[in-house]
């Protein structure tokens, strides 16, 4: 069956610094993937998108990369801030009406 | 700014009793969705529509019906509450074509 991993570990950083975030994926080929932010007791609010023809797409501090043939997705937040702790999630996709297959979530903390 | 809107942020209710969650999107969208995430376990898709009247089973829709009368309103229903099913209950929209979900703020259901 399809299957969807992150580290379950929460990843601590300090301020400035990158944090790099995984998402690897098995028995699936999706036609793309999404990153999603949630914070305790909220519902996720959509980051990015990247699609399986791209490599890496990036938005302000935000660059995320997709390797079809490793089956793997990196989420990386450059100067990081106390702000960004949140918990990220990652969705790939297919298929027509989007239906969205999530991980479990890796919870990042940065420290000041 | 675009909206889904779920009715009840926290809930509590009796083992075996019917329970509905409501959900409604202001945005037009077509596709509408109903998860639960539970610690460990991610987002875990229930119930989804891509029209009116219009319904698809998720992965765990046992225990669940759905009701979409109206493109805006999504309803879940708990035909008869159990303790497994204390859980965050989140509702996602969808346009039609964009796979980017924009999600309700969640329902926090206990039943005791």
């Known amino acids: 069956s399809q299957k969807i991993e992150q580290n379950s570990e929460a990843l601590n950083i300090q301020e400035g610094k990158t944090a790099t975030l995984t998402c690897n994926y098995t028995n699936y080929s999706p036609a793309y993937l999404q990153w999603y932010r949630q914070d305790p007791g909220r519902g996720p609010v959509f980051l990015l998108l990247?699609?399986?023809?791209?490599k890496e797409k990036r938005k302000e501090r935000l660059k995320v990369t997709f390797d079809t043939t490793l089956k793997q997705s990196l989420f990386h937040i450059t100067a990081s801030q106390p702000a960004d702790s949140a918990t990220y999630l990652c969705a790939p996709g297919s298929g027509g009406y989007n239906k969205l297959i999530f991980g479990a979530g890796t919870r990042l903390a940065v420290h000041p | 700014d675009v909206k889904v809107t779920q009715s009840s942020r926290y809930l509590v209710k009796r083992t075996g009793e019917k329970v509905f969650l409501e959900c409604v999107q202001d945005?037009?969208?077509?596709?509408m969705f109903w998860y639960r995430q539970d610690p460990g376990l991610g987002l875990r898709l229930i119930y989804f529509?891509?029209?009116?009247?219009?319904?698809e089973k998720g992965d765990i829709p046992e225990g669940y019906s759905v009701s979409r009368e109206k493109k805006e309103r999504f309803s879940l229903i708990l035909e008869s509450a159990s303790t497994n099913q204390t859980s965050m209950y989140l509702c996602?929209?969808?346009?039609?074509?964009?796979?980017?979900?924009?999600f309700g703020s969640g329902t926090r259901l206990t039943v005791v």
């Open positions: 529509s891509y029209d009116v009247k219009m319904k």
């Open positions: 990247i699609r399986e023809n791209e």
């Open positions: 945005m037009d969208h077509e596709n």
């Open positions: 996602a929209s969808t346009e039609a074509g964009r796979p980017d979900s924009t």
